[in-house]
């Protein structure tokens, strides 16, 4: 379905991640709805158009806050790997998680008793320029769960990600299996 933007609106073009701006009027096809972020098909190429920027798409309904966001409750390593698994790759519908882009999760205690969480995750390539995009928005959700006074997420090469690391789910997904 075609929509067209209302207003001016900040976007990061897929894979290079330069943010620029799509101006009002511009037709955008949505692509994929995923996590709260929004990717659209323009004349120009691919775009994500962040969670807080979709109003400016013209007739777009977001997903509601409680579809993309983890249940609240206390603070758990599943807390956390179920905020990891509200983000994706805005070019694959399978979060990061089940596309084994997450290679460790730590998690400690400071000393005001608040979580330190941090994360090493890939991409699927070196060089993508998404991958800080994708990364930020790991770790603003990580970092909105209740006690967690800090998030870190680092992207690492080691080991390279090959298909082979995705999931049973994310296979199933992608129409892999």
């Known amino acids: 379905m075609t929509h067209t933007l209302i207003q001016d609106c900040a976007a ?15 037709e955008v096809y949505i692509t994929q709805t995923l996590g709260g972020n929004v990717t659209v098909r323009t ?16 007739g777009y309904v977001p997903i509601a806050p409680s579809e993309t966001e983890p249940a609240a409750g206390d603070f758990s390593e599943q807390m956390v790997w179920a905020a990891l698994k509200t983000c994706f790759d ?13 290679y460790d999760l730590a998690i400690e205690k400071n000393a005001a008793g608040g979580h330190v969480v941090e994360v ?3 991409l699927t390539a070196p060089g993508c320029g998404m ?5 930020e928005d790991a770790r603003e959700k990580i970092a909105h769960l209740p006690t967690v006074a800090s998030a ?7 080991p390279q990600w090959t298909p082979q690391m995705i999931s049973a789910s994310g296979r199933k997904a992608l129409g892999l299996e």
Do not use: C, Q, S
């Open 12 to 26: 990061t073009a897929i894979p290079a991640g330069d943010v620029l701006t799509l101006v009002a009027g511009t």
């Open 152 to 158: 870190k997420v680092h992207i690492v090469w080691d």
């Open 90 to 102: 805005p070019e694959i519908p399978v979060n990061i998680v089940d596309l084994g882009l997450v």
């Open 43 to 58: 004349d120009r190429g691919l775009f994500r158009i962040a969670k807080e920027n979709v109003a400016a798409i013209g």
């Open 120 to 122: 090493k995750m890939t």
């Open 131 to 135: 991958g800080p995009v994708i990364a």
